[in-house]
């Protein structure tokens, strides 16, 4: 998914990420929705992963996998079923 960014956004995301990495979870939430929406364009849409191949995928971008998990989650990025966790039509991804 390309999105496109406020100035503001990608002053964010300039200053928090590292090429496909993200250096640092912002500490104000502002900022860190502005981080966990990239992020969530990184997550195929309509795809069910378990509990350990989410976690991989959110590794790759930062290793504290589990703060984004709950992030996503609690945001409603990410959708979660027992062991199952995928983004889907309805997940908010730039109008939060």
């Known amino acids: 998914m390309d999105m496109e960014w406020t100035d503001w956004e990608q002053r964010v995301l300039d200053t ?16 860190r929705i502005v981080i966990l929406k990239w992020l969530v364009s990184h997550i195929p849409q309509d795809v069910k992963m378990s509990h350990a191949d989410f976690n991989h995928l ?5 290793p504290d996998s589990a703060t984004l998990r709950r ?13 199952f ?8 991804d730039a109008d939060v």
């Open 85 to 92: 966790y995928w983004r889907d039509a309805t997940t908010p």
């Open 16 to 31: 928090f990420m590292e090429g496909e990495r993200i250096v640092q979870i912002p500490a104000k939430m502002k900022k």
């Open 58 to 62: 959110l590794q790759q971008h930062h």
């Open 71 to 83: 992030e996503l989650f609690e945001l409603g990025f990410v959708h979660r079923d027992r062991e």
